[in-house]
């Protein structure tokens, strides 16, 4: 399997897709001038927008979607895979699809994803978030092929469920993915940990394209795009929370070799869990 070099671009989506289309092509023309062969780029590249109702003013279905007609022939021109982290994709029941792209270097669509988990959290400060009031979630798993690796897709929030990993693991993917728009408060807790732990117990890279600063929409994201190997090391990592990107070499054989040193995904055993504790009755 051939080395080959992966990018990450790190973006600060606004409430207009046109000029986010335009801030992406720049990086992703940058990064594989710099000789990347496999460019993500962030959760919710096309627009980052809070409000349900100026959000479906601003978004269409998948065949009409400004963002595609854009990147499907940029793909194609550049000859690079780009994974488009994720869009705002209008569906036809009145909710929106978070939905993740792979396009080949001919500039079709490969593979399609939609983010599983919603992030419906409440955190300190008063910072509340509600994913499922707009978004309807996915339902399958996605393993899809580059040349010499397999890719796991995922998004955001689906970092926090390592069983949606471990499954793509297990399914062949050697590079996994974690496009996201972290908030500030989480990604300073627990962004390196979570990318680095998915990493690790997994023997599998993970590439991961952030949003990051002070969005129009009032929102802040941390940034700190990473690019991690299978033994946890970060190989690339962006310095801060501003637009660029980062790359690194992929070696597949890396994958073979941490497996091969912990192989806990051979050494893994079913089990039977243990039963739901019960409230206490009152006495």
Known sequence: MAHFKAACVQMRSTRTVAENI?????????????????????EMTNILERSRAALFDKITGEAADASLARFRPLAAELGIHL???????????????????????DGAIRARYDKIHMFDVDLAGGESWRESATYRPGTEAVVTGLPDIRLGMAICYDVR????????????AGLLSVPAAFTRQ?????????????????????????QGGRHEDGR?????????DPWGTVLA?????????????IDPAAVDSARGRIPS???????????VAQAAEAS
Do not use: M
């Open 186 to 210: 989480t990604g300073e807790a627990h962004w390196h940990v979570l990318l680095r732990a998915r990493a690790i117990e997994n023997g599998a890279f993970v590439a991961a394209a952030a």
């Open 83 to 105: 994974h488009i982290g994720s869009l705002a994709i209008r569906l036809d029941d009145g909710t929106v699809a978070n939905r993740g792209f792979l396009i080949g270097p």
């Open 265 to 275: 995904l051979k050494n893994e055993r079913p089990f039977a869990p243990p039963p």
């Open 161 to 172: 469920f390592p069983h949606l990993f471990r499954a793509q693991a297990k399914a062949g």
């Open 220 to 228: 802040e994201t941390f940034g700190h795009s990473l690019i991690v």
């Open 237 to 249: 990592e962006a310095a801060d929370d501003a637009p660029g990107f980062i790359i690194a070499g």
């Open 22 to 42: 335009a801030a992406a092509e720049e990086l992703i023309r940058a990064a594989a001038a710099a000789g990347a062969h496999y460019v993500q780029t962030p």
